[in-house]
């Protein structure tokens, strides 16, 4: 029995949910979201309260179960108040600053590196070391983070390039001299 996908989502004030066939859009301060959920599971409103039910009990129905809820809770959540990732740059020189809504990251290479913001997310720099992803879909700032990260990932010598604020890299240990 899934816990996650019994629990029923409550709807905050100011959020207008609708459900079309299989096409469930959330509607908010922020923004509006919809997505398509698997023809198997169910979605019922029922005033402010939402419910999500599965046809059996196969592997695949459950797991698809709180999946659903999961994501539909997102969803409410990025249109009520939106997502965020914190990315934090280390190294002499490294820096970015934001030119319209594009980021402009300076990582050691011989060019700086230009990337546009997708759409739906957008780019905070309120110092040169630090950059913050925004936006109401969690899926897309993640995977916007992500693809920042990847411009030039921290290396485990000296720490140098982009992480999460709260990751933690492991140092290693340079070489050890002729004695």
Do not use: C, W
């Amino acid at each position: 029995m899934s816990r996650i996908g019994n629990k029923p989502i409550t709807i905050p004030e100011g959020v207008e949910v609708t459900v079309a066939d299989k096409l469930v859009t959330v509607k908010g301060p922020k923004g509006t979201l919809s997505k398509e959920i698997h023809k198997n599971m169910n979605v019922t409103v029922d005033g402010n309260v939402i419910k999500i039910s599965r046809p059996d009990d196969e592997p695949a129905n459950k797991s698809l179960h709180g999946l659903t809820r999961t994501l539909i809770n997102n969803m409410i959540l990025g249109v009520k108040e939106e997502f965020k990732k914190e990315l934090e740059i280390n190294g002499v020189g490294y820096r970015a600053q934001k030119q319209g809504t594009k980021l402009v990251m300076n990582l050691g290479y011989s060019h700086p590196v230009e990337m546009a913001a997708p759409e739906g997310i957008t780019f905070d720099v309120p110092n040169p070391n630090q950059i913050i992803v925004r936006g109401i879909d969690k899926e897309l700032v993640g995977q916007t983070a992500a693809v920042v990260r990847t411009k030039r990932p921290p290396e485990v010598y000296r720490g140098k390039g982009i992480k999460y604020v709260d990751e933690v890299i492991r140092r290693k240990e340079g070489k050890a001299g002729k004695k």
